[in-house]
């Protein structure tokens, strides 16, 4: 006989209603789930997946409680799969391995972010826009950029001056000419959403000083401002 946990719906204040139970499958916490894709296969407890996804819980309680559950994800590479769940297992009572710093999550976001996106891990997003704001890497803002093109609330000073640095930086000698230059940033530009575009901009106005560039960024800036 399978076993339910009971949830009651509370009425309003003054309502006539009766309370009515509403069944969900249990889960223990020390139910597993077995990650895997092509290459390898990881055992994690479900209530951690859980909890930093409805999607995964979603997924993890309607599975047949009478059947061990697997969760395949073979559409990502095996760092994609071990740095996600790193991110997911930090505030675990039983993760192995080291706490991890702002480096570390500034450093994983490029790799994390294909599984946060796809199971709409809400709070492990929150994570990596903090740790792309006090220690931002283009890579890692390129790829929360492309997991919602019209936010772009969450980008502070540092980040957005990462990003200008990245669309400007023309120092490469591959960009021998001013129009060269122009035409690299150009490009660059038009792989951003037009939200994220009216940010940078605006910042650019208002907020960024020369002394935040280097001389020739602030040239080639210049240049395309005008």
Known sequence: MRNHMVLYKFPRVGSSVK?????????????????????????VRCAI??????????????????QSKVLNMEDVSVVNVETF??????????????VLTISDLSRMTVSAMPLVHK???????????????????????????D??????????????????KHLFDTRDSQYPNSLQKRQ??????????????????IFTMTDLKPKHLPSADARTMAANTH
């Open 119 to 145: 199971y709409d891990c809400k709070a492990l997003l929150k994570i990596l826009q903090h740790a792309q704001n006090e220690q931002p890497n283009i890579e890692g803002i390129l790829a929360i950029i």
């Open 49 to 66: 997946l859980c909890a930093c996804s409805a999607v995964l819980d979603g997924i993890l309680r309607d599975s047949d409680p009478d």
């Open 19 to 43: 309370r009515r139970p509403v069944f969900a499958h249990k889960m223990e916490d020390n139910d597993v789930v077995v990650v895997k894709n092509d290459e390898k296969e990881w055992t």
């Open 85 to 98: 769940l790193s991110l997911a297992t930090m505030t675990s009572h039983d993760r192995n391995g080291e």
């Open 147 to 164: 997991h919602d093109q019209e936010a772009s609330q969450w980008m502070s000073e540092q980040a957005k001056l990462c990003l200008v």
């Open 184 to 201: 690299r940033t150009e490009h660059e530009m038009k792989k951003l959403p037009h939200a994220i575009l009216a940010k940078l901009f």
